[in-house]
Every structure is written in structure tokens, then in C-alpha cells.
């Protein structure tokens, strides 16, 4: 009976003075674990004598219940307390936060993500492609052969034989047909790269290249396109008009007008006094384009259309120099963040 006092002594002493989770469950398995010393006590039961045991039975079990009882308050308290001083010390103090000015989107970005998630929505694909081209998918595979009068429009930087900087995005064309075939909704955003630097034309510059081949396209559903796109770009109002041009690449070709977001049409300096400003270049695929790059075109047909996003970010935004998109001055990014 005394050893049980002893040992209750002892545990009182102890367990007051944890302060720790990890030292509560050491106590505990000093006391209750298999070698424990309440454990010793229960075990030593069977070598008294059989008129004590009922008593010092009941008195080592009492004091199980009670260390048991005692441990789990005990850890529940400490578990408490250690979280609490957790949450105290580490407490992220926003207050002490510098807060650093926001970046901003460049303006061709975001010219350049409003047109994607428009064409997005009418269910076209965006895709990447090479800057680096070699010259058959720049010129050959869309209809312009090494002699081809059409390269002139096009200043191209060579870089050795049959490999340049791509000069226009339609070089996806071919690129993405000669692998996925009809129907086709494809978007190529990018950079394109042309020897030629004033205040309209810069060295490198960004197009998106917009393709649709299916059975039984139509001019109709290219100009639908192009009208959807323009009346998000500058208000609900704005027309899209047609004009006969070449490109090698499609047949009939398009130059598209819109017209001008500065006066409504009325004439303005910035449209020259005409009401309409040129955008981009489009036409229905050339049949020798799908026949290039296996496709049958007595089957399909398509169209496409190709433009500068710097342009079109420049009369949304009335920009009048090219060369203030790559120049970086904060002073002019700043004016496009939200
Ligand atoms: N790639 C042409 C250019 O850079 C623009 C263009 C014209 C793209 C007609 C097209 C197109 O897809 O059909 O001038």
C-alpha cells in the first residue's frame, strides 16, 4: 500500500510540472506502458497473499482510472496551449508588407489575349509555333516559290541556307495541316521578324493567324468572323468592308477595312479622311495550300486571315508610333495597367 502512495506522490509531482506533449507521453508509458510502474503493480497482484489482493486490487485500479483521467486533460490542455503559441509566433504580420505597384499587361498582350479568348469562344485552337522557320513553311508550302515576285513584300532575315526568321505566322498553316486534318480552327498568335524599321514598320513586330478548313466554307463566314471580332475590339458599331488583293496563299484574296474607331466612318486625320482603316490581310484558302500539305481540296475548303496586333493595338489605343511597344518605358506601360 505504500509503494502505491509512493508512486501517486511521484505522478502528482510529475505530471504537474509537463509542460510539454512529448513529455506527457513519455510519463505515460513510464507509468502505464507494458513495463510500466502501475503495470509492475498489477502484475505483482498473483504473488500476494489471497486476502489482500481484492483490496490492493481495487486500489491500483482506482489509480489507473485516475492517471488515465488525469494524462488525457492533461494532454488536451497541453495540445491547446501549443497551438495557441503556434498561432501566436507564427502569425504572418502583413501590416509590415511594402506594397510594390502592380505590373501591367503590355498593351500587345492584352490586344493580343482579347482576340485569342474571342476566337477561343467560337471554338478555334491556339497554338505556338517556331520563330525560327525554314523557308519552305514561311514561303514554298503557301504558294511562293523561291522566284516568286511576292517575297519582295516581304523583307526577310535569312539566317543561312533555307532557314530565316519567320516573316508572317501563316507559316502555321502548313505546319498544322500537314498533321491534323479537316475540320481545322486554328489561332497562331507571335512574333514575326521583317528588315525594316520606321514609325509604322519595327524589325519585329506580332501577328495572330486565324485558319478554318471545313466542307463548304465561305467568304460569308470569314467576314462573319472578322465582324464578331471587330465589334469586341471597337464597339458594336464598327463595319468590316472587303477589298480585292493578293496573296499567293489564299484565292480570292482580301484587304479588310474597318471602319475608322477614331471618327465612325465621318473622316479623320487618323483615317486619312477616308472613314475606314486597313487592318489585315485574309482570303479563302488557296486549293494548291491544301494540296501541299495533303489535303484534298475538290473535298474542303477554308479561309484565313493574318494581322498586326500592333496595329490593331495602336488605333484601339491611339498609339501613333510603333517603335514605343519595345522602347519599355514605364511611363508608357503604366497607362495600360488596371
Ligand atoms: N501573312 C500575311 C502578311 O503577313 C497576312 C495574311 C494575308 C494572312 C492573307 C493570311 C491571309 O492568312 O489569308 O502580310
Redesign the pocket.
Known amino acids: 500500500m505504500s509503494t502505491i502512495a509512493e508512486i501517486k506522490a511521484t505522478f502528482e509531482r510529475e505530471i504537474s510540472s509537463c509542460t510539454s506533449v512529448a513529455v506527457i507521453q513519455d510519463l505515460k508509458v513510464k507509468y502505464l506502458g507494458k513495463t510500466g510502474e502501475l503495470t509492475a503493480l498489477l502484475k505483482g497482484i498473483r504473488d500476494l497473499p489471497p486476502e489482500e489482493r481484492p483490496t490492493f486490487g481495487a486500489k491500483v485500479n482506482e489509480l489507473r482510472n485516475v492517471m488515465e483521467s488525469t494524462f488525457s486533460e492533461k494532454l488536451t490542455q497541453l495540445k491547446r496551449q501549443e497551438m495557441e503559441l503556434s498561432l501566436k509566433n507564427e502569425k504572418i504580420d502583413i501590416s509590415l508588407c511594402e506594397m510594390k505597384p502592380w505590373g501591367a499587361l503590355h498593351p500587345v498582350t492584352l490586344v493580343k489575349n482579347e482576340i485569342c479568348d474571342l476566337l477561343i469562344a467560337m471554338g478555334f485552337e491556339v497554338l505556338n509555333g517556331p520563330e525560327i522557320e525554314t523557308d519552305y513553311y514561311n514561303f514554298q508550302a503557301l504558294n511562293i516559290p523561291y522566284d516568286h515576285p511576292a517575297r519582295d ?2 523583307d526577310t532575315f535569312y539566317l543561312a541556307d533555307g532557314i530565316l526568321l519567320r ?4 507559316s502555321m ?1 502548313a505546319r498544322y495541316m500537314e498533321n491534323k486534318k479537316p475540320p481545322i480552327k486554328m489561332v497562331c498568335p507571335g512574333k ?1 521578324f521583317r528588315s525594316d524599321s520606321d514609325a509604322s514598320h519595327s524589325p519585329v513586330f506580332h ?1 495572330i ?3 478554318v478548313v471545313d466542307k463548304k466554307v465561305t467568304l460569308r463566314d470569314l467576314k462573319g468572323t472578322l465582324e464578331y471580332i471587330a465589334s469586341h475590339l471597337f464597339g458594336k458599331d464598327t463595319k468590316v468592308r472587303f477589298r480585292p ?1 493578293f ?1 499567293p ?2 484565292e480570292p ?2 484587304e479588310v477595312d474597318l471602319t475608322c474607331s477614331n471618327c465612325g466612318g465621318k473622316g479623320c486625320s487618323l483615317c486619312k479622311g477616308t472613314g475606314w482603316i486597313e487592318v ?4 479563302m ?1 488557296n486549293p494548291k495550300v491544301l494540296e501541299n500539305c495533303g489535303i484534298d481540296s475538290a473535298k474542303y475548303n477554308g ?6 496586333l500592333e496595329r490593331i493595338a495602336m488605333i484601339k489605343y491611339g498609339i501613333p508610333d510603333i517603335r514605343l511597344f519595345f522602347e519599355n518605358d514605364q511611363r508608357f506601360l503604366k497607362q495600360f495597367g488596371k
Open positions: 513584300m516581304q516573316t508572317q505566322t501563316s498553316q514575326v501577328q493567324e486565324g485558319l488583293s496573296f496563299f489564299t484574296s482580301v489585315l490581310g485574309a482570303g484558302v479561309y484565313a486571315f493574318g494581322m498586326g
